[in-house]
Nanobody, 125 residues
Framework: QVQLVESGGGLVQAGGSLRLSCAASGSIFSIHTMGWYRQPPGKQRELVAAITSGGSTDYADSVKGRFTISRDNAKNMLYLEMNSLKYEDTAVYYC???????????????????WGQGTLVTVSS
């Protein structure tokens, strides 16, 4: 199994910056797409940004130009640089990965979805 652990959340004033990190560990054969999702209070979980193993990225319209996703494939790390934070960015941020624990698992089941426990980002207005 693949474990994902987020870090870097906290309280920040509007206009400030935070950097989230996600460490993937465990039995890892291959990680394809990784991404950040968030769930604001009382709302549905939504995609923030995603990045493939080749480096292609995708962003929610609400964060384009302010957030930057990156990954270090050698270290199995995922990052989210968040700038110009707004009150509406307040949410629990989750790390997500499409990964496989072994070549056998990949051939029989393809990539499986894994989620971290989440890290809270609170932006004060």
């Amino acid at each position: 199994q693949v474990q994902l652990v987020e870090s870097g959340g906290g309280l920040v004033q509007a206009g400030g910056s935070l950097r989230l990190s996600c460490a993937a560990s465990g039995s890892i054969f291959s990680i394809h797409t990784m991404g950040w999702y968030r769930q604001p209070p009382g709302k549905q979980r939504e995609l923030v940004a995603a990045i493939t193993s080749g480096g292609s990225t995708d962003y929610a319209d609400s964060v384009k130009g302010r957030f930057t996703i990156s990954r270090d494939n050698a270290k199995n790390m995922l990052y989210l640089e968040m700038n110009s934070l707004k009150y509406e960015d307040t949410a629990v941020y989750y790390c997500h990965a499409d990964a496989s624990g072994s070549n056998y698992d990949y051939l029989t089941a393809g990539y499986l979805e894994f989620w971290g426990q989440g890290t809270l980002v609170t932006v004060s207005s």
